[in-house]
């Protein structure tokens, strides 16, 4: 049986290593399968990352036959950036391993045909009883499709076969829910079973975050109290709802950035040099972090955040409407749809180090950024006040990073100025990859390093609960930042002190 647990690869991050036979069973075929697992999977085809066995049998209500799914995944490859060249020769292989069931997910009926689905197509293309699960539907539906594979015994794993349960965000919509959903799933499957999918962790720049803290000697020594003044962490989105408002509306960009992407980065930076590359390991870590981060209760919620709406504005030379005129979005709406955080580690690494989180809608661009403030220098003897070094890492887009320094203007006078060496990722060729592929890829592995554990879902939860609770009340005055700003003002006296957050 292939191993579910443990990551085999000890030596570095990358392995080679061909993944098992397997079947994916996507349930939902909606915005998610179109967009981006379906190229994901068809890139991961052309990048010959797949078993040649590897087949898919996707399940929505639509009555559709296998050949109509085929038509359908093969408009989605063609139409999506995500997927690179289309190739008619890899396509023409990959298609042959696609299949549809039609049903509901709480129908009996579906899951007896599902089951007789499975053990053809396993003997027919050689997928040995490998069975991935992903969880491509509302969360309204992932406690019924758990119990229901619990109860036709699909999730059941052999000494020759494993199964696995892909679940998308967002993981509960607070503590409360993410726990009875952990207990809900725990009923059928063992943790190790669980992939909680995070698509930030598939990004190939939070990977090399961990690859330059702890693959190089230059950094990690000045990674410290001693030496950082303060972290930002910045997700700046210029989209608005894109027609999602109603489904926004519950989220909020708590629920939907804050809680996961954010709290997911955070910990990465913040967290100490794990024992070696196995999952455990290094969610171990990521653990500590949060188990060490000061708690904020309600009534610490005004003392260090700031939350906010956007109204109407101008983006890239356009007018573009406020969040309340969105459809989906009440006219009264009081949903933030910008949120700033400040998080205090309480440990030795950390002690007086704030780490600031920001992320937000109708931004001026699209930018994820992870800075790393140092102090400036204890004595000045150039004149002039000297700047904070920094070293940024982009996340998205132009994905690299920059160490920004002092150095002396040529000439006389000893003046310094502000100068920066920049890595950009693209000097390797182009990226490779999606997220979405590398992370499909990863669970088809059994390689859990970069999907969240239960226990950190959890911690997660709990510090941004008093959040989600203290943003009920009183009723913010909102809208209180326009479209194609960075945002309210209180956000930069959140981070004050002589502060400025990063100019992006
Ligand atoms: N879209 C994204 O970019 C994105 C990004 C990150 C995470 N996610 C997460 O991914 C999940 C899916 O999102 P999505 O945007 O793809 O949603 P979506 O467009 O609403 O698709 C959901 C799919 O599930 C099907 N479905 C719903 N209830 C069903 C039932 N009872 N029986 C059978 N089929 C049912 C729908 O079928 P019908 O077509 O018949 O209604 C639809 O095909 C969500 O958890 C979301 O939070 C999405």
């Known amino acids: 049986m292939a191993n579910t647990h443990t990551n085999p690869l ?52 639509r009555p559709w036959s296998d050949l109509e799914f085929r038509e359908f995944a093969k408009q989605s490859v063609q139409t999506s950036k995500e997927s690179g060249e289309f ?27 599902l089951k007789g689905r499975l053990q053809t197509i396993s003997s027919e293309r050689g997928t040995a009883g490998n069975v991935m699960y992903y969880l491509a539907t509302p969360p309204s539906s992932f406690e019924v499709i758990s119990s229901q594979l619990g109860k036709f015994d699909l999730h ?51 990977q090399n975050l961990l690859a330059i803290r702890f693959g190089n000697v230059i950094f990690e020594p000045l990674w410290n109290r001693q030496y950082v003044d303060h972290i930002q962490i910045t997700a700046a989105e210029d989209l608005g709802m894109e027609g999602r ?83 989906g979005v009440a006219p009264e709406s ?16 950390w002690q007086g180090v704030p780490f600031f989180l920001r992320t937000a809608k109708r931004m001026p661009k699209k930018v994820t950024e992870i800075a790393v403030v140092f102090k400036t ?65 990863d669970a088809m592995l059994g390689d859990a390093t970069l999907f969240p554990r239960e226990d950190e879902v959890d911690l997660a939860w709990q510090l941004v609960t008093g959040i989600l609770e203290a943003f009920g009340e009183p009723a913010p005055e909102f809208p209180n930042y326009d479209a194609g700003t960075w945002g309210p003002e209180a956000g930069d006296k959140l981070i004050g002190e002589g502060r400025r957050w990063r100019r992006l």
């Open 87 to 113: 190739v008619e020769g890899v396509w023409s292989g990959f298609e042959q391993g696609l299949h549809f069931v039609g049903g509901a997910f709480d129908e009996d009926a579906m899951y007896e045909n």
């Open 334 to 349: 009081v949903t933030p749809t910008y949120v700033a955080v400040k998080l205090e580690v309480d440990n030795w690494r």
């Open 245 to 327: 408002g109603a489904y926004y509306e519950e989220a909020s960009i708590t629920r939907d950035m804050l809680q996961n992407h954010l709290m997911q980065l955070f910990t990465i930076v913040a967290m100490e040099a794990p024992s070696s590359f196995e999952a455990n390991a290094i969610r171990d870590e990521k653990v500590k972090v949060l188990r060490a981060t000061k708690p904020i209760p309600k009534e610490r919620v005004p003392e260090v955040t700031v939350r906010g709406q956007y109204g109407p504005g101008t983006l890239h030379g356009e007018h573009v409407a406020g969040f309340r005129e969105e459809k």
């Open 156 to 206: 059941k794993e052999t000494e020759e076969s494993w199964k696995r349960l892909v679940v998308e965000k967002p993981f509960g919509v607070n503590l409360e829910t993410a726990r009875e959903l952990n207990h809900h799933m725990h009923e059928v499957w063992s943790e190790h079973q669980i992939y909680r999918i995070d698509h930030y962790l598939g990004k190939e720049t939070v």
């Open 10 to 61: 000890r030596e570095g991050m990358r392995r080679r290593q061909a993944p098992d036979p397997c079947l994916l069973v996507i349930f939902g075929v909606g915005d998610l399968t179109q967009r981006k697992l379906l190229p994901a999977l068809y890139r991961l085809a052309v990048e010959n990352e797949l078993n040649p066995n590897f087949s898919v049998i996707a399940i929505g209500r």
């Open 377 to 441: 220098p204890p004595a000045h003897i150039f004149p002039g006040t000297p700047e904070n070094n920094v070293l940024s890492f982009n996340i998205q887009p132009d994905e690299g990073m920059k160490l920004r320094f002092s150095s002396k203007t040529p000439g006389q006078d000893n003046r310094l100025r502000d100068v920066e060496m920049d890595f950009h990722y693209d000097s390797f060729g182009k990226l490779t990859g999606t997220a979405y592929g590398r992370l499909l890829l």
